[in-house]
């Protein structure tokens, strides 16, 4: 079954650090896999993904993500947080019946 | 640019009462999705759809059933209301096959069941 991992409830970063926000997943068959960002009384929108290719995928606002399949981990980061960044970030995957599975969530906060 | 709307920012509603919540898209988008968001739950996913009239019951379909007359409108219905489908409702779509592989959500209803 197809499954997302965020470990992490919250991270705490301080303003113009570098930032990480871990997700691990479980799919069968390749993964398309997929970062978005939710503000506060909002929806989600998207921020990458990844489909085939680099393993390096970069998104909006400056974010990247690492796709490693061996550790089937897609860990989202920026070099330079700001503290507008802070928000809720879900990682996804989606299977090949165009159901999206979606983690917990991870709660970044970014102080100046 | 994708646009989905949902009628409702904000409902209250009361125990027992049918609930009706729409999401309209814009772009021709053959899947449409209703999530449900709990505080250390994430998303979990109510109904799908993947063409006019087709759906598909996602993880928690208890307490709902959805309608899709019309490609662009995907409804949410809550039979009769309880205190614990108090949550914030999320609808998204996307693309069956293409290059733009993920969804497009709206902005949510944040449903308060008394």
């Known amino acids: 079954a197809q499954s997302v991992a965020q470990p992490e409830d919250q991270v705490n970063v301080a303003e113009g650090n570098p930032l990480t926000v871990k997700c691990t997943y479980s799919?069968?068959?390749?993964?398309?896999l997929f970062w978005y960002v939710q503000y506060p009384n909002r929806g989600l929108q998207f921020l990458l993904k990844y489909i085939t290719g680099d393993n390096l995928v970069k998104g909006s606002y400056g974010f990247e993500a690492e796709f490693n399949k061996s550790q089937t981990s897609f860990h989202l980061k920026k070099p330079s947080a700001l503290v507008s960044d802070s928000a809720l970030y879900f990682c996804a995957v989606r299977d090949n019946f165009n159901k999206f599975y979606f983690g917990s969530g991870t709660k970044l906060n970014v102080k100046p | 640019d994708v646009k989905v709307t949902q009628s409702s920012r904000y409902l209250v509603k009361r125990t027992g009462e049918k609930v009706f919540l729409e999401c309209v898209q814009d772009m021709d988008h053959e899947n449409m999705f209703w999530y449900r968001q709990d505080p250390g739950l994430g998303l979990r996913l109510i109904y799908f759809s993947y063409d006019v009239k087709m759906k598909e019951k996602g993880d928690i379909p208890e307490g709902y059933s959805v309608s899709r007359e019309k490609k662009e409108r995907f409804s949410l219905i809550l039979e009769s209301a309880s205190t614990n489908q108090t949550s914030m409702y999320l609808c998204?779509?996307?693309?069956?096959?293409?290059?733009?592989?993920?969804?497009?959500f709206g902005p949510g209803t944040r449903l308060t069941v008394t």
């Open positions: 799919v069968s068959g390749n993964p398309y």
């Open positions: 998204a779509s996307s693309l069956w096959t293409s290059e733009i592989y993920e969804q497009y």
